[in-house]
């Protein structure tokens, strides 16, 4: 079992920069591949970046985001972060921070691949 709690959401301008944060309790969270999610208004909630339980270079990106926002995570700290930068309105919807037991190292996009979420943060891009 763990739980999610997102931070880091706000209001910003487009070009701009904003770091989420994913602080998850329990003490396997070594054991979990983290991904981020987002959901606009309207619209089905879509992949964002993931990352393996150990870290390291083992991450995805959807081509939306690719080479803006970075995922990384601190297991010590048990928390996994979405540095996003070159922010464009389009990146306007609630982030979502969501966890999964990592068996295989592999690459999981589908929501329903996740089996723990948090609440969601809202992340505003305005023009």
């Known amino acids: 079992q763990v739980q999610l709690v997102e931070s880091g959401g706000g209001l910003v301008q487009a070009g701009g920069s904003l770091r989420l944060s994913c602080a998850a309790s329990?003490?396997?969270?070594?054991?979990?591949?983290m991904a981020w999610f987002r959901q606009a208004p309207g619209k089905e909630r879509e992949f964002v970046a993931s990352?393996?339980?150990?870290?390291?270079?083992?991450?995805w990106y959807s081509d939306s985001v690719k080479g803006r926002f970075t995922i990384s995570r601190d297991n010590a700290k048990n928390t996994v972060y979405l540095q996003m930068n070159s922010l464009k309105p389009e990146d306007t919807a609630v982030y979502y921070c969501?966890?999964?037991?990592?068996?295989?190292?592999?690459?999981?996009?589908?929501?329903?691949?996740?089996?723990?979420w948090g609440q969601g943060t809202q992340v505003t891009v305005s023009s």
């Open positions: 969501a966890a999964r037991v990592d068996s295989d190292g592999g690459y999981y996009r589908r929501p329903g691949s996740y089996g723990y």
């Open positions: 329990g003490r396997m969270f070594s054991s979990f591949a």
């Open positions: 990352i393996v339980r150990s870290g390291g270079g083992n991450t």
